[in-house]
């Protein structure tokens, strides 16, 4: 139950899951794996087919897109969740640069709970809203 409670909290100060209640975040904490990555290793790879959604408890990793460093992801930040929605292949390659633990949720799992909770649904969706926002902002603002 401690490991269960420690990925609840790990969810809640993820922008995602901002908007998310506390038995919200405890359903989606039960469908997450947690996986140790070694420094060096691929988590993703640009074109692969996408079925599942990382969340970084702790470690770093660089986004390349097209041979290009384009991102580096920290604690509390997540990536493949256009995945989870609309499954297609992946964007980018995300490459560990530290000892990282990601929590994985996979997509199948994740839709089965967005069909039969869809409050749920219109939560992640404004902390996709929101992360579009801020994104949006660092691009207008240079």
């Known amino acids: 139950m401690k490991r269960l409670d420690h990925f609840e909290e790990r969810l809640g100060k993820v922008t995602l899951f901002r908007a998310c209640s506390k038995q919200d975040l405890r359903r989606i ?10 420094e060096g290793e691929t988590l993703v790879s640009e074109g692969q087919q996408g079925k599942e959604l990382f969340v970084i408890i702790s470690g770093n990793a660089t986004v390349i897109r097209k041979g290009r460093k384009v991102a580096t992801l920290g604690p509390g930040d997540y990536f493949g969740e256009l995945a989870v929605l609309n499954p297609a292949p992946r964007t980018a390659t995300v490459k560990a640069t530290t000892p990282m633990e990601v929590l994985i ?7 089965v709970l967005l069909a039969d909770v869809p409050i749920v649904a219109r939560k992640l969706l404004a902390g996709m809203a929101l992360r579009l926002q801020e994104a949006d902002s660092k691009v207008f603002s240079a």
């Open 105 to 111: 949720v996979r997509g199948r799992e994740l839709g």
């Open 29 to 38: 904490a039960r469908l997450a794996d947690p996986d140790d990555v070694k």
